[in-house]
């Protein structure tokens, strides 16, 4: 069966941007007094939206709403402007969605980044090599819930069991399959996938290489 979608993360996979979030979390707790945030921290708090990022950074004692919301705030302006600093493609990856064009997959991205930045870095990075790309949204459950995923399929015009996910594992797709920017690896031994293996929740799962 031909794959006609490919739907990736962003942060992590296509995009190095540790670099960039690093700096502009630091920029928002220094302004307020909090200590710098390395990039292993940031490395360590990511995957689950700016604004648990940005909670995450600011010291518990001071850990308001409040402090969050000015934080987050500070971040997101810094980073509008900054965003492209040090953030770069990982090695090889153009070539992979090159690639996926060439042989008529549709690709989106689907990420936990705000949307206007997630839109704003695959417009300069990646072009028309990505059709269509969500980023967090009001009112619509950031992934692993599976909204999103359904949701940019149907615009993908993808059906299950043509599409391929990377990175964001869910049920109910017939068919999963990883690339990974920092090296392919077999995502068959991972813990989650053999959870929804066992229970019938994916019915195919193959390796993109």
Known sequence: MKMTTAIFDLDGTLLNSLGDLCDSVTYAVEKHGFPPVSMEQTR?????????????????????????DICLADFRA???????????????????LETLKENGVTVGVLSNKYDSAAKALIE???????????????????????????????????????????????GGVDFIASVHASGLEDVRRRPQVQYLLQRGMIKHLVLLQ
């Not at 004692?61 to 409040?66: A, G, I, P």
């Not at 810094?78 to 992979?96: K, L, Q």
């Open 44 to 68: 360590i708090r990511i995957g689950n939206g700016v604004r648990k990022l940005v909670e995450r950074s600011i010291p518990e004692e001071s850990r308001t709403d409040e402090m969050i």
């Open 124 to 170: 300069h990075y990646f072009g028309d090599l990505v059709c269509i790309t969500y980023g967090e949204r009001p009112n619509i459950p950031r992934k692993p819930d599976p909204t999103s995923v359904l949701q940019l399929l149907d615009e993908l015009g993808g059906a299950g069991e043509s599409a391929a996910l990377e990175q964001g594992f869910f």
């Open 78 to 96: 810094f980073y509008g402007e900054h965003m492209m600093n040090r953030t770069h493609p990982y090695e090889g990856i153009v070539s992979v």
